[in-house]
């Protein structure tokens, strides 16, 4: 299985900050990496695909990067609608798995 | 607008089974990859299994193969996990998908005795 892990765990930031998060595979991944945002109590909601291709709707102060390995997702400037918790997805091969997620907390 | 509405959940005793449903609308069901998600308390996201556009080919994470069946009625646009041989670490809010891209609300499976 590929395993995803996630730096940090968790973070306090301010409104307005850039704010990234990395997302490092046992193996190879192609860019077959997804990331998603979730609110407590609520469902997740899908970011990007592919690494680096912002679904649609999502603002563009989402970006992320990578492939292999090394992924990285950024917010430019951190918004209140922002604090979440995050994680990456791997869909190179089955089982699919998940990260552990970053929970983006408010400083 | 897509929507996934999942029903089936509840509390069963350890040991019991149970049918989650996944009615989809507002997308061409028929030709799209659903998958289940699940999320126990206070942990993160567990990817469970998912199926072809067809129904032909299923996949599992190991932790429920032999007990867990997804399948699903094109006709009906509904999915389907019929969860059996449960056990209280498979307590979850479990989430339909299309394709990841689209997510429901969730229904809850409580293992307790």
């Known amino acids: 299985d590929i395993q995803l892990t996630q730096s940090p765990s968790s973070l306090s930031a301010s409104v307005g900050d850039r704010v990234t998060i990395t997302c490092r595979a046992s193996q190879d991944t192609g860019d077959f990496l997804s990331w998603f945002q979730q609110k407590p109590g609520k469902a997740p909601k899908a970011l990007m695909y592919g690494a680096s291709n912002l679904q649609s709707g999502i603002p563009s102060r989402f970006s992320g990067s990578g492939s292999g390995t090394d992924f990285t997702l950024t917010i430019s400037s951190l918004q209140p609608e922002d604090f979440a918790t995050y994680y990456c997805l791997q869909y190179k091969s089955y089982p699919r798995t998940f990260g552990q997620g970053t929970k983006v907390e408010i400083k | 607008e897509v929507q996934l509405v999942e029903s089936g959940g509840g509390l069963v005793q350890p040991g019991g089974s149970l049918r989650l449903s996944c009615a989809a609308s507002?997308?061409?069901?028929?030709?799209?990859?659903m998958d289940w998600v699940r999320q126990a308390p206070g942990k993160g996201l567990e990817w469970v299994a998912n199926i072809k556009k067809d129904g032909s080919e299923m996949y599992y994470v190991d932790s429920v193969k032999g007990r867990f069946t997804i399948s699903r009625d094109n006709a009906k646009n509904t999915l389907f996990l019929q969860l059996n041989s449960l056990r209280t670490d498979d307590t979850a809010v479990y989430y339909c998908?299309?394709?990841?891209?689209?997510w429901g609300q969730g229904t809850v499976v409580t293992v307790s005795s």
């Open positions: 507002g997308f061409a069901f028929h030709n799209t990859w």
């Open positions: 998908s299309a394709t990841l891209d689209h």
